[in-house]
């Protein structure tokens, strides 16, 4: 431990407080920060909206402006706080702390930039952490472990997919032509995509018979093949689930598949 | 027992008649209150076509009309026979029972508000009790175990999906902007909800070529992560389906979760 | 047996060539059958589009007929040389064999009628049995186990989707209104469907921005819950599938889980 | 071996450049293919814009031919290293290598044929070998195997939808009618099939109440039978990667497929 992190010193109380949901102080801490997070989160929405960005302009500009040196007096508090300040910058929330108040420095010279402030939500994140939902980060690490084991599954699928994309979206260009929207081979690209996950705006569609009849070819290829990744997770996510059997065998008659928390045999009785 | 429930008192034989559906008498009273039901919906939807309301207005209230005080009888009859009037009263059939009936009240003073009448349809659940089709309800229950069981995953992967959503259809909003429809924040945000469910209105789509590029894209994950929820409850369906542990306790540590095929207590080691 | 279908009699024969695929003679008439029906259908098909009917309505009418002609003389046949007459008319194949034929005598009366000639299609059904591929109809009562054993549960599913629906569909036709296109309940429940289902097809869409959040939760509604029948329907065709491990039990060391085939013991090297 | 690919010889050497990827040299070739086919198909797409190609056609021509220049000089040089050309040349990859060059050719005869170019991109698969991601190949094999595993339910699971969409895409034209859209038949049936598989672009869409009541039925069922293709893989795809039959062979009777822990053949039981 550092000196400066010593139990009892201003650092120390202050870094429990913003970066520990167990104390009072802290608890109530976190808390007034998500409110403040989803209120400078709304207040960004609402300057989006034209009626009320013409008639609250002055008291929209002031809050953000508020929230922007709120939250940098809070980042700057953390990287004071923390015993190793480069970590904490360069690691994911820190990352997201900084996002949260650059835009509107930016904004000064790139108008606009503010509504990258809707990035401060991300810090919201934190929510599972004070929440002491230790349980739902857990689940959200079986989710993420499901998808990495089928990390390569899908992405040969959707290269497959693309590929099917690809070549039928210039297909579709050379039947329908410009006349019928479909102005260029990135254009039917687009639209195939649209299809081909059954999104389907409609902006774009086949005129001509045969486009309808490969359009129709596409629609039920992709309605088919929404199966692979679904089989392929379903599998992962079962695996992913269900590692809480033991892989150990009873030394006295040699049988697997006991609990983990068993401590006997479930077949001869014996002490696992 | 209450006294005044004894069998044979006159409240004990309408609450065997309105409450349940073992006796004769009780089977015609549930299929004439499903019948009912039915046919007052019906009128609630018939009074919401144009055409209809203009030409048979007077008959559409009178039947309106007629079913409240229908249901509002029926309703103070289930408070006086049953045993606890106000656990009825908040019970889930006996809220949507007042709510059967409250609209048309309400009517006098906000028109319009009869509209909320279709609540009457909620209890046609009831059916289920009437046709003796518990396996049903069995069922429903094995549906809603795998939902709970999956909820803490549903909820971390609607969150994530959620976060998406907002960055995205921030981003959108920076990239389109109100000329192409995307005329607020919150509007994209409404679009990005439609386009990664895959429904696709249509009604706002992207017309920049990088929009629709980045609009490609989230149609894509939109249509790869729905394999996550289904994978989840998929898992957990079968898990609510095949439920293999046993409900036997260990007759020596009283300890319960043993498997099916297990013939030893795994957490003391006796014979089961 | 009956005498008049002793093998050798002409009925005998013509019973052999028109209802089974086993002599070349059988097989024979089955592809042409097949060949006709594709052939009648398309022409019902041809006679739908505008161009065509105006150019070649004499053609198509005589076609028409002369596969109704045609049918109707192959329909008598069978009545005729199958043995229980009455039961083969009844049958799923009877009843299609009739339809097959019925509207084209019904459009003398009822102009239009001859659309439903597509009914024909239903005949090449047929096309299993011709091609002797049994393994297809093994394949199809798998499915239709799978969807048996799920049918009680999609049941309950169905029933609570169609609750949510009327009931959002009435509340949006509250908050939208009719000049939002949503003109009445019934239509305000069609459009529900449509987004649920996350068709989407646009022709009408919320305006207002309440009837927007609603409808963006029902979509994220409709997107997740479709991992419920999905996840009943993968159970139920897992347990469908995998019903080949047999239940016999070794009957020297009493274990199971042996395969269907298997004619000695896995464990113990016993036979079965 | 043939003589003339005898190690050392210029043709061994340039086959080991063209074809395999564990030479630096032919790393480097692979890479620069890639980039290549990258590069070409880029300009295909850029051509179809019609901005760029007003501006630039000269130099996308050059290019163009530039590249299929490159390609077929490559593709002679396959030819002639290559131990068998016929082999070869009617291998996936070969016939892929001729597509790539071909459509430019046919372009000097029929306008248009160049952006059958994109078929190039096929060529990019190629990027699975030249990564040594052997494991990527062994994933698509676990889902190739799965979907061949499942091919026959699809096939009579795609059967029963599309007598479906042929039957309820005529009704709707007869319902609707030639005023709402439903000008054929096949026009219907393109309808039925965007409906069903819940693509929706809302460009035809029922106007009656019995056809959009029809069309609701519809999109409930294309709604819940996309659980059967997704069960169907779903369990596959679960026996392909958890492939369990052990490849042993019994030592006695030679017969294969044994559970991973058998200790006898299931057939002679012998011990394996």
């Given amino acids: 431990m550092s000196d400066s992190l010593q139990p009892g010193s201003w650092r120390a109380r202050l870094h429990e407080i913003i970066f520990e949901a167990d104390t009072p102080a802290g608890r109530t801490f976190d808390l007034l920060l998500i409110l403040t997070i989803l209120l400078s989160t709304l207040a960004v929405m609402l300057e989006s909206m034209q009626g009320i960005r013409q008639n609250w302009s002055q008291e929209i500009r002031i809050a953000e402006w508020g929230f922007t040196i709120l939250f940098t007096f809070e980042y700057i508090l953390r990287l004071v706080t923390v015993r190793r300040p480069l970590r904490y910058a360069t690691s994911f929330f820190g990352v997201v702390d900084l996002l949260a108040v650059l835009p ?15 990035l401060r939500f991300l810090r919201i994140l934190r929510v599972f952490r004070v929440l002491k939902l230790a349980l739902y980060l857990k689940e959200g690490e079986i989710i993420l472990r499901a998808l990495r084991g089928s990390q390569r599954k899908i992405t040969v699928f959707l290269f497959g997919v693309l590929s099917a994309i690809l070549i039928l979206g210039s297909l579709m260009y050379m039947i ?11 254009k039917s690209i687009y639209w195939a995509i649209v299809t081909m996950t059954t999104v389907g705006y409609g902006d774009i569609a086949p005129q001509t018979t045969i486009g309808q ?17 679904t089989g392929i997770v379903s599998v ?8 809480k059997v033991s892989t150990q065998a009873c030394p006295s008659c040699s049988k697997e598949g006991h609990d983990v928390e068993a401590r006997y045999c479930k077949h001869c009785g014996s002490p696992l």
């Fill in 213 to 229: 009849f490969l359009a129709a070819c596409m629609m039920i290829l992709g309605y088919s093949i929404i199966a692979v990744p």
């Fill in 236 to 243: 992962e996510m079962r695996g992913a689930m269900k590692d």
């Fill in 176 to 186: 329908e032509g410009e006349a019928n929207g479909f102005t260029s081979i990135p």
């Fill in 104 to 118: 509107t420095y930016i904004s000064l010279v790139l108008p606009g930039a503010q509504y990258l402030l809707v």
